[in-house]
């Protein structure tokens, strides 16, 4: 793996580091750029402007630009028709990747968030980026948002799935997803900070055997996000509005075979690992403090 360039390196993470007023900050320093023209209907001059932003202004919880590659080769490789995204934040990574979708011929980028005022912003860079014609934003808890694009009948399949919001939500909307059939063999998952700050009943979920998880499914659902093994201030990152935490319950599909692992890379900003983080195997705890990684699912197989 290539070094961490510095000189690309986003500012540093603070305590509050966002929905301080910060993404609404990003639009006037976007829109004041003084080559706004040649930004204009160009995806990656508008992510350059955000990453521009991320470095010299305020830390932004973007994927960045090392994570990103890992997906966008992952995409013109699977040429997903539709792809999904669980948690878009101000659409750096809505934009990355829905321009991918529609550089490999895909036909539909789902954006999905639920904040509205973030779901704003990645509304006004996308328009800008000029990506409307393929990007839909859904605003709302990402499981109700999922139901509700199965049930409305546009959403039969999901090629590709990024996950990058609750992440306790991770594992609890893939089994949705994979009761709906909407993961279902030939559906590739990408899912990030799966190092830091970890997701390790995300990680024990994609990497079991289906003996393993038909015997869990047995068992009374106690999945909780306290006690999951997630940090707690992961657990409580998005209480401040109170908005519900409820986890879906889904039972999922234990019989869907995933070949999984994981791409290290980097975070944009190369702040060291501050939260223990348990479940990892041998390999992933000599990671470098300013390592995270991606695990990238890919659904091989339902076994009967
Ligand atoms: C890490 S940020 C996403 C960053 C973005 N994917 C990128 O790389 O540019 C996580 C986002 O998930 C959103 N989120 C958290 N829980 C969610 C949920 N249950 N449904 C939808 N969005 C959620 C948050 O509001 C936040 O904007």
């Known amino acids: 793996m290539p070094e961490f360039d510095e000189s690309k390196a986003y500012a540093q993470q603070e305590d509050v580091f966002?929905?301080?007023?910060?993404?609404?900050?990003?639009?006037?320093?976007?829109?004041?750029?003084?080559?706004?023209?040649?930004?204009?209907?160009?995806?990656?001059?508008?992510l350059e402007a955000?990453?521009?932003?991320?470095?010299?202004?305020?830390?932004?919880?973007?994927?960045g630009e090392d994570k990103g590659k890992i997906v966008t080769d992952l995409i013109a490789e699977v040429k997903p028709k539709a792809m999904v995204e669980l948690g878009g934040y101000i659409g750096y990574s809505t934009i990355l990747f829905g321009?991918?979708?529609?550089?490999?011929?895909?036909?539909?980028?789902?954006?999905?968030?639920?904040?509205?005022e973030f779901g704003a912003v990645i509304g006004s860079l996308i328009d800008l980026a000029g990506l409307s014609d393929i990007v839909k934003i859904e605003i709302g808890s990402s499981d109700a948002?999922?139901?509700?694009?199965?049930?409305?009948?546009?959403?039969?399949?999901?090629?590709?799935?990024?996950?990058?919001?609750?992440?306790?939500?991770?594992?609890?909307?893939?089994?949705?997803?994979?009761?709906?059939?909407l993961v279902a063999p030939g559906s590739v998952l990408a899912a990030d900070n799966v190092i830091?700050?970890?997701?390790?009943?995300?990680?024990?979920?994609?990497?079991?055997?289906v003996d393993e998880k038909r015997q869990k499914a047995q068992q009374a659902d106690g999945y909780t996000a306290q006690g999951s093994g997630i940090a707690e201030r992961t657990v409580n990152q998005y209480a401040k509005r109170g908005e519900s935490m409820e986890l879906n319950k889904s039972p999922g599909n234990p019989n869907l075979v995933y070949d999984s692992k994981l791409i290290n890379?980097?975070?944009?900003?190369?702040?060291?690992?501050?939260?223990?983080?348990?479940?990892?195997?041998?390999?992933?705890?000599?990671?470098?403090?300013?390592?995270?990684?991606?695990?990238?699912?890919?659904?091989?197989?339902?076994?009967?």
Do not use: W
């Open 18 to 46: 966002f929905d301080d007023g910060r993404e609404v900050e990003l639009l006037h320093f976007v829109y004041s750029r003084p080559n706004l023209d040649e930004i204009r209907g160009n995806p990656a001059k508008v």
């Open 50 to 63: 955000i990453d521009d932003f991320g470095r010299k202004k305020k830390y932004l919880m973007n994927v």
């Open 99 to 116: 321009d991918a979708v529609k550089k490999a011929g895909g036909k539909q980028y789902y954006s999905l968030e639920r904040n509205p």
């Open 145 to 181: 948002s999922l139901m509700r694009l199965y049930q409305a009948g546009v959403l039969k399949h999901i090629d590709m799935m990024f996950l990058d919001h609750y992440k306790p939500a991770y594992t609890t909307d893939l089994k949705l997803c994979e009761e709906l059939k």
């Open 196 to 209: 830091k700050p970890g997701n390790p009943p995300y990680l024990e979920y994609v990497r079991s055997s």
């Open 265 to 304: 890379s980097f975070e944009p900003t190369g702040v060291p690992v501050s939260v223990p983080v348990t479940g990892l195997t041998v390999q992933d705890s000599m990671l470098t403090p300013r390592q995270d990684g991606i695990e990238i699912s890919r659904c091989v197989k339902e076994e009967r």
